[in-house]
């Protein structure tokens, strides 16, 4: 990078020649670093690119881009320039829209957009409101969508939501899967009740009821989840 503070030598005025055309190229294949993208870019053919920055290097008097059969790189002339074009090229892109701005460009081209909707009085919005309504209801909602009609603050409209079926299906899958997260708990009880009843039955002094539930849970999970699996 060059450094925008240091003195340069003065030189004679750039040549009258030099156009805009010829800056915006040069920048757009600096910042592609690709002849063939930048010419895409600007709408080009890479042949007639790569005339204009001939034609600039030549005005200018030095290269500004090194050029390979794989590769294009800035020379240190061509990362001087680089910068300042990109400002010139702002700042004119900005003045034009200035100029338009306070000559009524802009202005006039809204007013020729709403030109068309001039004549239109409020009965002829609520008709083109009704056609358009009507248009709509000519096809059918998606699958599983109900719509319904609701008024939100005296303002009329519809509200989507999912229909029978779906509400169904999601109770269906909560109530499986609340189902599923008890199931180990109730098989754990079961086992529970069969081992005190079989330390009754042999004699066996039972262990404590905090160790069995916690073994009995244990094999009871595991063996649910090899069952899921």
């Not at 993208?37 to 709408?43: C, P």
């Not at 005005?59 to 910068?83: I, M, N």
């Not at 809204?110 to 002829?124: G, K, L, M, N, T």
């Not at 905090?210 to 595991?222: G, T």
Request: glycine fraction near 6%.
């Amino acid at each position: 990078m060059v450094d925008e503070n240091a003195e340069v030598v003065s030189l004679p005025q750039a040549p009258d020649a030099i156009e805009l055309r010829h800056l915006r190229a040069f920048v757009a294949v600096a910042d592609e670093l690709n002849f063939g993208r930048a010419a895409t870019r600007l709408y080009l053919s890479q042949p007639a690119l790569s005339r204009q920055i001939r034609s600039l290097e030549r005005l200018v008097g030095c290269d500004l881009l090194r050029r390979s059969t794989h590769r294009v790189e800035l020379t240190l002339a061509g990362e001087a320039l680089l910068d300042r074009a990109r400002g010139l090229l702002r700042e004119v892109d900005e003045a034009v829209s200035a100029a338009r701005s306070v000559g009524g460009e802009l202005l006039a081209r809204i007013a020729r957009h709403w030109e068309s909707f001039a004549e239109v009085s409020p009965a002829d919005l609520q008709e083109l409101r009704i056609a358009f309504e009507g248009l709509h209801a000519q096809f059918e909602p998606p699958p599983g969508i109900t719509v319904r009609s609701v008024n939100a603050g005296g303002v009329p409209g519809l509200l989507l939501a999912p229909g029978p079926e779906v509400k169904l299906e999601m109770t269906r899958s909560s109530q499986e899967s609340v189902n599923a997260s008890s199931q180990p708990e109730r098989m754990a009880g079961k086992m529970i009740g069969s081992v005190m009843r079989k330390n009754t039955l042999t004699g066996r002094a039972p262990k404590s009821m905090a160790a069995s539930s916690r073994a009995v849970s244990k094999v009871a999970r595991r063996e649910f989840t090899i069952t899921v699996t």
